[in-house]
Every structure is written in structure tokens, then in C-alpha cells.
């Protein structure tokens, strides 16, 4: 925000204004309001009030220019002034309290908030006593600048601009430069670039080494074959992509170090169109091979090579362009149906049975190609042993979800009876299938409880697609099946009894009447590992979730809060109480910064109970509370920068400094409005200092990008689940 940026703004908004002004160059409100993309009426109103010199109705554009030319380059008393006539809705020279109210009402619906009226009279009390220094019923424009000097960043926003008072910032130019051409980003991906060269390699040594063994049998054959041995190492491949538990195991290894595993899935994708377009190559070639020979043959005998049985053509019973084709249709299939826009879009049972067509196109490759077996030995062994372990897991006996607490942000909290010999590690997640909402149907969900509660797990399920919403949907049934009478349940309601009660503020309200007992079959595979299993081996692990993407952090959080109590001693002469040192061979962490960012308010009910908990844990056991910082931020909120929003923001602070905990969500940890300025957020991280800092992050794959470019710029090594 400088004197450039303010000069593009103005003349953004002479451009606007002059496209909606017409002719007579004059503006109604109507107009203003649309122009300025103010989406309340109430500040559209007062700007437009305030710019209106005259009273006359309507603003000329010389007229609103002038007046947005002395904010954009009046001193910071001028901006001050605009902000009180803002503020000083009847015009009387001073802000009384059904004033501030008023204002503050609608800040609070400019950013998304609802809160009761008592609580609103509150905040207006808080700002209203703190800023009337003379106690006369009313604030005047010198005890409002003396209020708003003891925040020295809001009268720095004041002089700073006014592009951001009236309008959205204008989106940031992007580099010229390809971020996959600097040096940082290739030697941050060196270990999935080097996976990728060594991916490419091979495969072109495989489509050289057999074009030339056959390099005397015609151009379209040279290509077939080559391709087709490129098919037989690909194929297996994508098999062993897929195999779960080697690579669970595989991240307890060194060799997680060296192999991109977190991009498994990614890889697997990259494969799948790799096969298809050699598959196409190879059988395109192999017809074109055909065509030669039914020309040099006098006679059109490319039909016959294709439908039926040819001596000398490969497979088994020389039936190797027949089982191509169907191969061909399989693929082209399976990788259609796999596409986003299908999986995303209602259609998952598309893609789920054209899936399983990977026992077929197995089957089928076997007979197809006389070599491919030895490439599929070992991945095919490893692939039905591991559905075996996981068919013999879930299907003992089966499992039960004992509660249910259905949160009004659309998010399902499901409580499932733990298997006895059910082990896994915080942040592992599973598939879980219910029969009663999709016989067939099984879905990855993260675990979202610690390992150390024995009884249970937790799954926090939102729902975003339609088993999801389906899964939401039953259990709103007044009927479900009936919970059995068994000990479980009863220690259920008494252990975690905490989890459903109110532990925060107004802003967290965690209805205790919005969980229901029940006992509905289900069946869990899993554990499976992820990339937050290497946190405790971090020695500054910044933990950064989204929305739901809070849940493999959940497990995370509660487990180091596990490991706390264990490590608690008492002095048995003074009872005073510390936590000894955290680090051992399991866990290196020294300092744990936990950044969750919702869009809005309702959506911090997930884990909100969880997270008081935590705070009073850790203030029992470590009273400065440095080893676990929270930072929580609330998207749609306005600022201290825009003006629409400084005062409701003060007020918000005014009050959590007298009452020690936030308004909006109950936490002492101050919701912060607005999305992180990550360049201060890893700023403060890199000069804290304690050791090497990799940040985990669950969320969007866009701001997934953002925060892994800044950790490139920093130096921290970045870890995404897939989401």
C-alpha cells in the first residue's frame, strides 16, 4: 500500500464511476453502491452520505473524486476525521452509545458474525467506557483519537491507504516467471524430481532395448514392442503404488527419506495416463502393422486380424489382438471415469465399478502378453495379500458407531467402537464403509482421535459429496437402530462427557443436546499412514489446518497433550507440579505452532471443545504456555485495515483482554480476522529459533500452493495431506 497503489485506485474509481455516472455525470446511491461493491446498505449509506456534500440526492463524479482524493492524500487526521463521521451516524459532533451500537451491529454482519444482544451490549460497553475519557455519555473526536493511538497498527492502517476502506484489494500481479524455473523450487522437489527422472529413464531404456531387439521387423512393430514393454513395467507399477501398508511401512523406514511417498497417489494418477497412452500407441501401431500386411497380401484382411484368432499374432491361443482391443476399451474406460469431474460430481459409483476392472485388465494382460507375469509376481503377491489382511480385519465380526453428534456446519462426528488389536498413529486415517448408507461404497476419512484413547475413534466426516451428505442425512432420522446395553456406551457418556458440554465462550455454542446414541454397522480399513506421521520427529513442526482439514491435527494435538500427563511430576513435599523434558526418540518436538483458518464462525464448533482443553492443560502444566501456540483466524471477518471493521475489532479486544478468553470462539487465544500474512507468520517462526521447522498442512490445494512457496522462500520443509 503506497502512493502508487493509491494513484491505481483513483483511477479505478474514476473509471467505474465514469462507466455508471452517464451522461449527466451524476451518481445515486444505487449506483455508488454497486460501483464501490459495498455489500451492506448501511455503509453505503454513510459514505455516500458523507460525500454528499450538498444533501442534494446525488453525487457528481468531480464531486466524489475530490472528496476520495482527500482521503487517498490527506494526512492521517483527515482519514481519523472520516472515520468518526462514519461512526457519528445523527451528525451531532459526537458518538453516543445507541450510536456505536448501531455501527457495531452491522460490523459485525460486514464479517459474518452473529452474536446475542447481550453479548453486542457488551462489546459496545467495552469500547464505548474505554474510549469516553471524560465519562460524559458521549465520545468526541479528540477521545476517539486518543483511544486509537494506544493501537498503534490501527493508526497505521489509517495512514496508510484508503484503497482498502471502500474496495477489495486489487488482485497481486503475478511473476513473469514460472515458479518451476527458479533453483528453490527444483531443489526443494529434488527427491520427487530425481523419482520422476529415474521414472522416465527406465522407461525409455525399457522402449530402447526392445525396439532394438526387434529392430529388423518393421518401423510399426519396433514401436508396438517397444511400448509394450514399457506397458508390462507400468502396469505392475501401478499396483505397487497402490499397496497402502508396504508403504505405511515404508515411512517407518530411511527410505521415506528418499522417496516421495507422501505423492503416491499423485504418481499413480501420472501413471494410469501414461498406460493409457502407450496402450493407444502400441495398439494403434500394431493396426497400422496389420494394414501393411493385408496390403501386401492383396486382399482386406485387417477385420479378420482384429476379431479372430490369427497364427503368429501372440497371447494365448494367438489371441493377443482380441484381448488388446478389450484392454483398450478397459483403459479408456477406467481412466474417463476417474476423472475429477466425474468422482466430484455425483458420480463416484462411475468411477468406483469402473475401477475394479483392475482384475480384469490383469487378467486379461496375463493372457495378452506372454512376459508380463514376471513383472506382476511380486506387486500381484503383495497386492492380494494385502486385501486379504484388510478383508480379514474388517470383516471379523464386524464394528458398531455407538454416538453420532451432528454439528450444524453440516459436519458429522461419528464414534466407532475400536477393535481390540486396532493400533495406529496420530494422523492415520481409514476407510470406513457403512452398509446402511452404501453397500459397496468405501471412503477415506482421518482419524480425528488420539491413540491413547483405548475405547473409541473418532471420525469428523463434512459433508462435501453425496455419500457424505447422505451419511449426514440418515442420521437426522428420528428412528436409528437402538444402542445395545453394554459397558462401552456408559463409559462413554461419563469419559467424555467434557466433549458435548459448553467449555468456551458465546461465539463456540456446542449444542449439548446434539448427539444421539446408537448402534450402526460399519466396517474400517486401515490404519494407513501419512505424512504428519513425521511430526514427532520434528523439532518445530507448524501444524496449519483448513476448515475440516483440522482433523489429522486433532489427533496429533491430543496425543502430545497425552504425552504431557504422563511426563508430569509432583514434588511430594511442596505438590509443585512440572512437565519434564518432551524429547525422546519418539518425540523431538520442541515448539508446536498450531494455525487453524475458517471461512466462518459456525465452522470453529468442530473442534473448539478440544482445543479449550488443550489450553487449560497446558496452562495447568506450563504456565507460559510456550511449547504449544494456538493461532486461530476467521476469513470473511474485516480487519483493523479496513475501516468497515477497526472498530468492531477493538472492541473484540477491549473485551478479551478484560474477560481472558475470545468472543468468538471461548479460546484465550485471540481469533485473528482476515487470512495470515504468512511472510510475518514464518517470519516469527524462523526467528524463534527452535531447530528445524517443516510445516504440515491439510486444507485446499490452492492454498496449498501458497503456503509451500512460502516455505521455499524460508527454507521449512513442507508436507500436504491430500485433501
Not at 476525521?81 to 445523527?90: G, K
Not at 483405548?454 to 447422505?470: A, D, F, P, V
Not at 521447522?693 to 503456503?707: D, E, T
Amino acid at each position: 500500500m503506497s502512493a502508487a497503489k493509491d494513484a491505481e485506485w483513483l483511477r479505478w474509481v474514476t473509471k467505474q464511476f465514469g462507466n455508471i455516472a452517464g451522461k449527466d455525470k451524476e451518481i445515486n446511491l444505487e449506483e455508488f453502491k454497486a460501483a464501490l461493491q459495498v455489500k451492506e446498505s448501511f455503509f453505503a449509506e454513510r459514505f455516500f452520505a458523507l460525500f454528499d456534500a450538498d444533501g442534494s440526492g446525488t453525487i457528481s463524479l468531480e464531486e466524489l473524486l475530490k472528496a476520495l482524493s482527500l482521503l487517498v492524500h490527506g494526512n492521517e487526521m483527515d482519514k481519523l476525521r472520516f472515520l468518526f463521521q462514519v461512526y457519528d451516524v445523527d451528525g451531532s459532533g459526537s458518538i453516543d452509545p445507541e450510536e456505536l451500537r448501531l455501527v457495531l451491529r452491522w460490523c459485525l454482519r460486514e464479517s459474518a458474525l452473529a452474536l446475542p444482544e447481550p453479548r453486542l451490549a457488551d462489546l459496545t460497553r467495552a469500547l464505548f467506557e474505554a474510549a469516553d475519557k471524560d465519562h460524559s455519555g458521549s465520545i468526541t473526536f479528540e477521545e476517539l483519537q486518543q483511544e486509537l493511538e494506544a493501537f498503534p497498527g490501527v493508526m497505521e492502517n489509517l495512514s496508510i491507504s484508503a484503497a482498502t476502506w471502500l474496495q477489495p484489494q486489487l488482485p497481486a500481479q503475478k511473476s513473469g516467471r514460472p515458479q518451476y524455473l527458479t533453483w528453490l523450487y527444483w531443489h526443494n522437489h529434488r527427491s520427487t524430481v530425481a523419482f520422476l527422472g529415474g521414472y522416465i529413464g527406465l522407461n525409455l531404456l525399457l522402449f530402447a532395448l526392445a525396439a532394438l531387439h526387434h529392430a529388423g521387423l518393421g518401423g510399426w512393430l519396433v514401436v508396438a514392442r517397444g511400448c509394450g514393454q514399457c506397458l508390462n513395467f507400468n502396469c505392475a507399477f501401478l499396483a505397487v503404488l497402490m499397496l497402502r501398508r508396504c508403504l505405511t511401512w515404508l515411512r517407518t523406514t530411511p527410505v521415506a527419506e528418499v522417496l516421495p511417498l507422501d505423492q503416491h497417489i499423485a504418481f499413480h494418477q501420472l501413471v494410469g495416463y501414461v498406460v493409457l497412452a502407450l496402450a493407444t500407441t502400441h495398439t494403434g501401431a500394431h493396426v497400422a502393422n496389420f494394414s501393411r500386411l493385408a496390403q501386401q497380401d492383396g486382399r482386406d484382411v485387417l477385420t479378420e486380424y482384429l476379431l479372430y484368432p490369427h497364427s503368429g499374432t501372440g497371447g494365448l491361443g494367438d489371441t493377443a489382438a482380441q484381448t488388446g482391443l478389450v484392454l483398450q476399451g478397459l483403459l479408456v474406460a477406467m481412466v474417463t471415469f476417474s476423472c475429477p469431474c466425474i468422482r466430484q460430481s455425483g458420480h463416484f459409483q462411475l468411477f468406483y465399478w469402473t475401477h475394479l476392472s483392475y482384475i480384469s485388465i490383469w487378467t486379461l494382460l496375463i493372457l495378452h502378453g506372454p512376459h508380463f507375469w514376471k513383472w506382476f509376481a511380486v506387486p500381484g503377491c503383495l497386492f492380494v495379500l494385502e486385501k486379504v489382511v484388510g478383508l480379514a480385519g474388517w470383516r471379523t465380526g464386524g464394528l458398531h458407531i455407538v454416538e453420532v453428534n451432528l454439528l450444524p456446519s453440516k459436519v458429522t462426528h461419528l464414534v466407532i467402537e475400536r477393535p481390540q488389536f486396532f493400533h495406529y498413529k496420530p494422523g492415520d486415517f481409514v476407510y470406513l464403509n457403512i452398509p446402511a448408507i452404501a453397500t459397496y461404497e468405501w471412503h477415506p476419512f482421518t482419524i480425528s482421535s488420539a491413540p491413547e484413547q483405548r475405547e473409541t475413534l473418532w471420525l469428523h466426516i463434512r459433508s462435501l459429496g453425496q455419500w457424505t451428505n447422505k451419511l449426514y442425512e440418515y442420521f437426522q432420522q428420528p428412528e436409528l437402530p437402538s444402542p445395545e446395553l453394554k459397558p462401552l456406551s456408559r463409559s462413554l457418556r461419563e469419559k467424555r462427557s467434557w466433549c458435548w458440554t459448553q467449555v468456551g465462550g458465546d461465539g463456540a455454542q456446542l449444542l449439548a443436546n446434539t448427539h444421539r446414541l446408537c448402534s450402526v454397522k460399519c466396517y474400517v480399513d486401515g490404519p494407513y499412514g501419512t505424512p504428519t506421521r513425521q511430526i514427532f520427529t520434528s523439532e518445530h513442526a507448524v501444524l496449519i489446518g483448513a476448515g475440516i482439514g483440522i482433523t489429522p491435527f486433532a489427533s496429533i494435538l491430543q496425543s502430545i497433550m497425552y504425552r504431557y500427563r504422563r511426563r508430569k511430576q509432583s514434588c511430594p513435599s511442596c505438590h509443585h507440579s512440572w512437565c519434564e523434558d518432551l524429547r525422546d526418540e519418539e518425540m523431538m518436538l520442541r515448539k508446536v505452532d498450531f494455525i487453524w483458518i475458517n471461512r466462518d464462525q459456525k465452522h470453529f464448533e468442530w473442534f473448539v471443545s478440544l482445543l479449550t482443553k488443550l489450553e487449560m492443560e497446558q496452562a495447568e502444566q506450563e504456565p507460559g504456555g510456550r511449547f504449544l501456540e494456538m493461532h486461530m483466524y476467521m476469513t470473511s471477518a474485516l480487519g483493523k485495515n479496513d475501516m468497515k471493521g477497526v472498530g468492531l475489532q477493538l472492541a473484540l479486544d477491549l473485551l478479551a483482554t478484560k474477560e481472558q478468553r475470545d468472543l468468538i470462539t471461548g479460546l484465550r487465544t485471540r481469533t485473528q480476522p482476515g487470512r495470515p500474512d504468512w511472510s510475518k507468520v514464518f517470519g516469527k517462526v524462523a526467528e524463534e529459533k527452535k531447530g528445524k521447522v517443516q510445516v504440515f498442512f491439510c486444507g485446499s490445494p490452492a492454498l496449498a500452493k501458497v503456503i509451500r512457496t512460502h516455505c521455499e522462500r524460508f527454507g521449512f520443509r513442507f508436507f500436504k495431506e491430500n485433501f
